[in-house]
């Protein structure tokens, strides 16, 4: 049974990195002692130690060790022997890329299948959906395709951002891409407000977090939908 964490992001307003997940992130991962780390993503450019080195300092506080998969000479070896794996934001075009470039997107969906625990922030989160094509980064890297794991049958919008109504900006908001990426696809969108995750177990998915979530489907009106709603609807 596939057991997932998939959080809108790694930081929230006032709180260090992953701080105000580690409670969730303990339970989740009770009995893994070691997590495959994942840091194609790069944010900001950081190099693949520094980012592991930040994610490292979080886990040791609910005392569990990460490794880094560019230790590994072979990452498809590192997937299929990871006990859990964790992937971190970043730029999801780049992140997706890398994925493709080391043959990685079977190979790690097939773990999560069976059962391996996963844990996504931000760009790490958009790739368990059917495509990264929901995501707010630049495109500063062309990725073979925009299909991504597939472990949801939905798209994910993370840092989703509610229109400023005091606001004097007239370009797009995060609703209206949405609805022009609707114009084309039919596949559903859950927009993931700051602080929100889901925890999947099997085709069961819960919201998590104290803010609701907003659901865009083809032709039908956007809902928000509250923390603890069971979103096995859309498997």
């Known amino acids: 049974m596939k057991k997932l964490v998939v959080a809108s992001t790694s930081t929230v307003h006032g709180k260090g990195y992953l701080e105000y997940i ?8 009770k009995g893994v002692h070691e997590i495959l780390f994942i ?18 300092n979080a886990f040791e506080k609910i005392h569990i060790k990460i490794i880094g998969i560019h230790e590994y000479l072979n990452p498809i070896d590192a997937i299929n022997n990871a006990k859990g ?30 059962g391996v625990p996963y844990f996504g922030t931000s760009a790490g989160s958009v790739v368990t959906g059917i495509t990264m094509q929901n995501t707010n980064d630049m495109p500063i890297i062309y990725p073979p395709s925009f299909d991504t794991f597939k472990l949801l049958k939905f798209n994910l919008n993370c840092h989703y951002l509610d229109p400023d109504v005091n606001s004097t900006h007239m370009g797009e ?4 891409r ?12 859950l927009g993931l407000r700051e602080g929100s995750w889901l925890q999947v177990e099997g085709s069961k998915i819960i919201l998590k977090g104290k803010l609701n ?3 865009f ?4 009106p956007t809902v928000e939908l509250p923390p603890e709603t069971d979103f096995s609807f859309l498997m």
């Open 217 to 220: 489907q083809q032709n039908k």
């Open 173 to 176: 908001t995060r609703e209206t």
């Open 85 to 114: 794996i964790f992937i971190g934001g970043g730029n999801t075009f780049l992140l997706v890329e890398q994925l493709y470039s080391h043959k990685l997107i079977s190979a790690i969906k097939n773990v999560v299948e069976n």
């Open 39 to 56: 840091p194609y993503a790069r944010p900001s450019g950081l190099t693949y130690e520094a980012y592991t080195e930040i994610a490292k």
């Open 178 to 189: 949405i609805h022009e990426f609707h114009t084309l696809n039919k596949i559903p969108v």
């Open 22 to 29: 580690l409670p969730s992130l303990s339970d989740f991962f």
């Open 213 to 215: 979530s907003r659901l």
